[in-house]
């Protein structure tokens, strides 16, 4: 069974970076595509950028040239480095894990708990 642990949110000051982590394990990391989402309040969860086994590397436009996202299959984790926060960045953050292509998240059959990040203005 695949299981995915997110670290590293918090609060931070707008413009101020982190860095995610999301711990990958119960199967080959090198298999599955993964991607990071977000749901701010009141909002629905949406995709913030995905590294796919068919398709490559890819962000939401609101975070491009922001945010970077890569994973270390030697550590079996995704990453999602976020850079120039935004207020509106504000959001619970969860990684996403599938044996597919990936893209929307239908699209993804196990998912991390979500770490929260606070941007304050």
């Known amino acids: 069974q695949v299981q995915l642990v997110e670290s590293g949110g918090g609060l931070v000051q707008a413009g101020g970076s982190l860095r995610l982590s999301c711990a990958f394990s119960?199967?080959?990391?090198?298999?599955?595509?993964t991607a990071w989402f977000r749901r701010a309040p009141g909002k629905e969860r949406e995709l913030v950028a995905g590294?796919?086994?068919?398709?490559?590397?890819y962000y939401a436009d609101s975070v491009k040239g922001r945010f970077t996202i890569s994973r270390d299959n030697a550590k079996n984790t995704l990453y999602l480095e976020m850079n120039s926060l935004k207020p509106e960045d504000t959001a619970v953050y969860s990684c996403?894990?599938?044996?597919?292509?990936?893209?929307?998240?239908?699209?993804?059959?196990?998912w991390g708990q979500g770490t929260q990040v606070t941007v304050s203005s």
């Open positions: 996403a894990a599938d044996l597919g292509p990936g893209g929307s998240q239908a699209s993804y059959a196990y």
């Open positions: 590294i796919s086994r068919t398709f490559g590397t």
């Open positions: 119960g199967r080959t990391f090198t298999s599955y595509s």
